[in-house]
C-alpha cells in the first residue's frame, strides 16, 4: 500500500503559477511511476504529466507541455516520495482538481486506468 497526500493548491490568477506536490509513502514509493491527473467540473480526469521511476522519462498533456514541469524526489532511507508539479502560465481552464497518482511499474503511462494509488486531490483555480 502507498499513502499520498497532496498540497499546494489554490487560486491563482491568469499567468500566474502554483507549485504542487504530494508524499507518497509506504510499499517502496520510490520503484512506481508517477503522475499528475486532473479533474475539472462536467468533465473526465485527464493527464497532466507524468515520470517514471527514476525520473529520466517524463510524459505531459498537449494543453499543457511548456507550461509545467513535473518531478520527484525519493528518500529510499524513509521510503517516501515526493513528487512535484510546476505550473506557469496558468489559465482558466486550468482550474481542476488534480490528483498525484502512483502505479506499480517502473514505467509511466498516460493511462490513467494503470495507476492503482491516488490521494485526496487539491484545488487548483485560475480566476481570470
Known amino acids: 500500500q502507498i499513502q499520498i497526500v497532496e498540497s499546494g493548491g489554490g487560486m491563482v490568477q491568469a499567468g500566474g503559477s502554483l507549485r504542487l506536490s504530494c508524499a507518497a509513502s509506504?510499499?517502496?514509493?520510490?520503484?512506481?511511476?508517477m503522475a499528475w491527473f486532473r479533474q475539472a467540473p462536467g468533465k473526465e480526469r485527464e493527464l497532466v504529466a507524468a515520470i517514471d521511476y527514476k525520473g529520466g522519462d517524463t510524459a505531459y498533456a498537449d494543453s499543457v507541455n511548456g507550461r509545467c514541469t513535473i518531478s520527484r524526489d525519493d528518500d529510499r532511507d524513509m521510503a517516501k516520495t515526493t513528487l512535484h508539479l510546476q505550473m506557469h502560465d496558468l489559465k482558466p481552464e486550468d482550474t481542476a482538481v488534480y490528483y498525484c497518482e502512483a502505479k506499480d511499474s517502473l514505467f509511466l503511462s498516460r493511462d490513467g486506468a494503470t495507476y492503482e494509488y491516488w490521494g485526496q486531490g487539491t484545488q487548483v483555480t485560475v480566476y481570470p
Open positions: 509506504g510499499r517502496n514509493a520510490w520503484t512506481d511511476a
